[in-house]
């Protein structure tokens, strides 16, 4: 007899990332397994968010308690439900020798969360596996978003019922959508022969949604532009739109003013106002600079 090795090829290596959904809608993106090996390789399909072992896996202690720059979280936030968001078709059968197989994941939520996440295995023979995707996707309640900055939330989402945000507001007596948050710091280097500003980037982003006019850009802008600019920071640009289904990266500078104590760091917030159609969203931008010895 001859041993033959049962090798295949995946189109998609390690990360399978769907993207920005508005909740409630659905999103579907595909990957091939190639059969390389002489021998017809009989597949199943697993998803580690409908493992039986699910619920054991998730009393271990969250990875950001130890540390809230590290999430290594496989497993991250399914619906309110508890059921996953992800799903793939086919889950099981057999790849000819030569040939490729198909696979169509598909991304749906019933909540906004940036950290929806799973794992999945491509399992040959029912016991050898061949290749391991990690799922990410990430919901917006609008169909706008902005990326960037240092996390100042946790990765890990309570599924207990809450009232939405329109309910809680109204019982207060308000109907104002409450103010993101994002944290950018930067560091320039003193004592170099030739110094360059700090700098970092912020991405603004429109999601394809039937809840967007087809014609209809994402604007954005920043206030305050002359104070930020007397303290050193430069944002490029400064306002715009942005196309459905595309991003734009601001880039985001900084130079020490003359008048600046080096050995404090500098605090400025800037707000940042995006608007589609009839929504608006507005974002707290803290920006936190310093000076740091080469």
């Known amino acids: 007899g001859h ?105 749906s939520s019933d909540h906004e969360s940036l950290y929806y996440s799973s794992c999945l295995k491509v399992v040959l ?4 596996t061949a ?12 169909p706008m978003f902005v990326e960037g900055g240092i996390p100042l939330d946790v990765p890990v989402e309570s599924l207990a019922a809450t009232l939405p945000v329109s309910s809680q507001e109204a019982l207060k007596g308000g109907s104002a959508e409450p103010v993101k948050s994002i944290l950018l710091v930067l560091e320039y280097t003193e004592g170099e022969s030739s110094p360059v500003p700090a700098q970092t980037e912020l991405i603004v982003g429109a999601i394809q949604s039937a809840q967007l006019p087809s014609k209809k850009n994402v604007e954005f802008a920043f206030d305050s532009l002359p104070l930020l600019q007397k303290k050193g920071f430069t944002l490029q640009p400064g306002k715009g739109t942005v196309e459905r289904g595309q991003v734009k990266r601001i880039g985001v500078s900084w130079v020490p003013p003359a008048d600046l104590h080096v050995h404090e760091p500098l605090l400025v917030t800037a707000l940042l106002t995006l608007k589609g159609g009839k929504i608006k969203q507005s974002y707290q931008i803290l920006l936190v600079a310093r000076v740091v010895s080469a």
């Open 3 to 107: 041993g033959v090795v049962a090798s295949t090829i995946c189109s998609v290596e390690e990360v399978l990332d769907m993207g920005y959904i508005v909740a409630g809608e659905q999103k579907t993106s595909t990957f091939r397994v190639q059969n390389t090996s002489p021998l017809a390789l009989p597949y199943s399909i697993h998803l580690d968010s409908l493992s039986p072992t699910r619920d054991k896996d998730r009393q271990r202690i969250p990875s950001f308690i130890a540390s809230s720059l590290q999430r290594t979280e496989i497993v991250g936030t399914q619906d309110l439900s508890d059921l996953s968001v992800f799903s793939v078709l086919p889950t099981e059968g057999e790849i000819a020798a030569g040939k490729s197989q198909e696979f169509s994941v598909t991304f």
């Open 131 to 142: 290749h391991v995707i990690l799922l990410k996707g990430a919901a917006r309640d609008h």
């Open 125 to 128: 023979f029912g016991r050898k």
